[in-house]
């Protein structure tokens, strides 16, 4: 049996090598974008110096041919679903037994005027980094439009060059959206300590075309002009998959699958960022374009096809980040608009660079969520944590058993209690400080 999956991410790599270990069939991996498999969050890295681009391929080049997962450079064009054939571009055909999509994902447009010009890209593909690259030479000024995650990652490679940097976000702080307001602030504050140029409540209008062609302003909403040399689109990401909005395949916003990742069409699959599930599990969305959710896929899909059918279940929401300086972590259900029966016990640092939030049901006293700012909280005992219903206050009272900071790192726990006591009129104690020992028994069951 040929088993082809287009797309050489995260998702489409883990399916291969997960098939690899399961069967023996044939497997073909397509991409049009690089030769061999990167880490994607990765990329910033190879711009600001820290990293070579070998450096971000997890697996050596010999290291297909070894395992007998076979490569191809192309861009396929159309598939015809019904003979099980890919037509390239460059004129050739492949046919597959089997396919596994893993298409990806692109930046937004929203059709403003000028999107299209020169200087003007967004941060996802290798080709991204290489077009930043090479606009990035006497340039004066960078304008950053969208906030998130890939907005804060432009700005800092940027900025690690010392090329000046306007950011135009239309919240009223930084990803609200999906930080609760104390956090936003905290990153928004981040952001202009380090001399960046944050524009919020403030819309994209217009790009300036120079008159060859090229990018050389923004117009904002209120009229303003920046002039700058390159525009970073960064107002989130969709599934590539407009190219297959006409055929048999069954399509969304992403392509629809079940909860064993299949398509409406026999033998077709879709994972990772392109893929959208009919059925969400509780608490998680139906397209998630997150990297551990992509490895996720590609793991459970080679499990179906190689005979094992296992269900898609991505667990308890989790994800991490950084800001700058700032590390970020969050676990279960933690956003800017929470629900009126949610209640949270908040902990700043004085630096105003770290903090620990933990929200809970107010009508059940469990915990729901868990928001890290700075602080690293071990995973496993948040999930279990999560998974088990824990309430409020046992959690709180053995809050030491999450810490997961370097050793002699200070520890916040204590302050989290007191600050948890101090809006209820409680008197709890901290039980249980940091400690590796005591978390593996608490995972074992045996505290």
């Known amino acids: 049996m040929h088993i082809a999956i287009l797309g050489n991410g995260i998702s489409g790599i883990t399916a291969a090598r997960f098939l690899r ?13 690089t030769d061999h498999f990167f880490s994607r969050t990765a990329l910033m890295y190879v711009y600001m110096g820290h990293m070579r681009y070998e450096d971000i391929k997890p697996y050596e080049d010999w290291f297909w041919e070894k395992n007998r997962i076979d490569l191809k450079r192309g861009y396929v064009e ?22 596994i999509l893993a298409l990806g994902s692109t930046p937004n447009k929203f059709g403003w005027p000028g999107q299209d010009l020169q200087g003007v890209r967004g941060l996802y593909s290798y080709q991204d980094l290489e077009y930043m690259e090479a606009h990035s030479e006497g340039l004066k000024r960078a304008v950053i439009v969208g906030g998130g995650l890939i907005g804060i990652e432009m700005a800092e490679m940027f900025h690690s060059r010392h090329i000046p940097v306007t950011f135009l976000v239309r919240e009223s702080a930084y990803w609200n959206a999906v930080l609760p307001r104390e956090e936003s602030e905290m990153v928004t504050r981040h952001i202009r300590e380090h001399g960046l140029d944050l524009r ?57 699958v079940d909860d064993y990742l299949q398509t409406n069409l026999p033998d077709v699959y879709a994972i990772g960022d392109c893929a959208q599930i009919r059925h969400p599990k509780p608490g998680r969305r139906p397209i998630e374009a997150v990297w551990y959710t992509g490895r996720m896929m590609g793991e459970t899909v080679a499990h179906t096809i190689s005979g094992r059918p296992t269900e898609y279940d991505p667990g308890i ?22 629900p009126d029966h949610y209640a949270s016990v908040y ?90 020992s005591r978390a593996l028994a608490f995972l074992r069951g045996r505290a």
């Open 200 to 256: 919020l409540s403030t819309e994209l209008k217009e790009i300036v075309d120079d008159g060859e062609g090229r990018a050389c302003a923004v117009i904002t909403g209120a009229g303003e002009r920046i002039d700058c040399g390159y525009v970073g689109l960064t107002a989130g990401v969709h599934p590539s998959i407009s190219w297959l909005k006409e055929t048999a395949l069954e399509t969304d916003k992403g392509i629809l």
């Open 78 to 99: 159309q598939i015809d679903f019904e003979q099980k054939q890919l037509h390239f571009r460059e004129g050739d055909q492949l046919g597959y037994d089997k396919l």
């Open 317 to 338: 929401w989790f994800n991490s980040a950084k800001f700058m300086d700032i590390e970020y972590q969050v676990y279960g259900d933690v956003s800017g608009r929470m």
């Open 347 to 436: 902990w700043e640092h004085a630096d105003g660079r770290k903090s620990i939030r933990i929200v809970y049901d107010q009508n059940t006293q469990e915990v729901v969520g868990f928001n890290l700012m700075g602080v690293r909280y071990r995973h496993e005992v948040c999930e279990r944590w999560l998974a088990q219903k824990a309430s409020v206050e046992a959690v709180l009272q053995h809050l030491g058993l999450a810490n997961f900071d370097p050793e002699f790192y200070q520890q916040f726990e204590r302050e989290v209690v007191a600050q948890y006591n101090q809006q209820t009129g409680r008197h709890l104690k901290l039980r249980q400080k940091r400690g590796l």
């Open 21 to 33: 270990k399961l069967t023996d069939h044939q497997i073909t991996v397509i991409s049009a974008e």
